[in-house]
Nanobody, 121 residues
Framework: QDELVESGGGSVQAGGSLRLSCAAS????????MAWFRQAPGKDREGVAA??????YYVDSVKGRFSNSHDRAKNILNLQMNSLKPEDTGMYYC????????????????WGQGTQVTVSS
């Protein structure tokens, strides 16, 4: 059974850093499109970053601050988040999809339960 488990969320002040991890079982992070989405209270879910066979995608608001990477040996996806801003606050979800890497449609087969990120000003 496919399972994604996020960790690493927390509360930080603006300018701080967090590293989110997504541990995958039943899902090969190296061959699937692996993405991070976030949802803030009262806002729509947003695709933040994705990585698929070495190609990366970042939403404009996080470019230069967030970095997606694989730990292939452990089958873990990591999202390094630097220079965090209050608008980065939200629940962050890891997702996996085998057939495409279209984050705009949110049509991903497997989702984690999410990890909360709170950035205070």
């Amino acid at each position: 059974q496919d399972e994604l488990v996020e960790s690493g969320g927390g509360s930080v002040q603006a300018g701080g850093s967090l590293r989110l991890s997504c541990a995958a079982s039943g899902v090969t992070t190296n061959s699937n499109c692996m993405a991070w989405f976030r949802q803030a209270p009262g806002k729509d879910r947003e695709g933040v970053a994705a990585i698929h066979r070495g190609t990366t995608y970042y939403v404009d608001s996080v470019k230069g601050r967030f970095s997606n990477s694989h730990d292939r040996a452990k089958n873990i996806l990591n999202l390094q988040m630097n220079s965090l801003k209050p608008e980065d606050t939200g629940m962050y979800y890891c997702a996996a999809e085998e057939l495409h890497c279209e984050v705009a449609g949110f049509d991903f087969a497997d989702w984690g339960q999410g990890t909360q990120v709170t950035v205070s000003s």
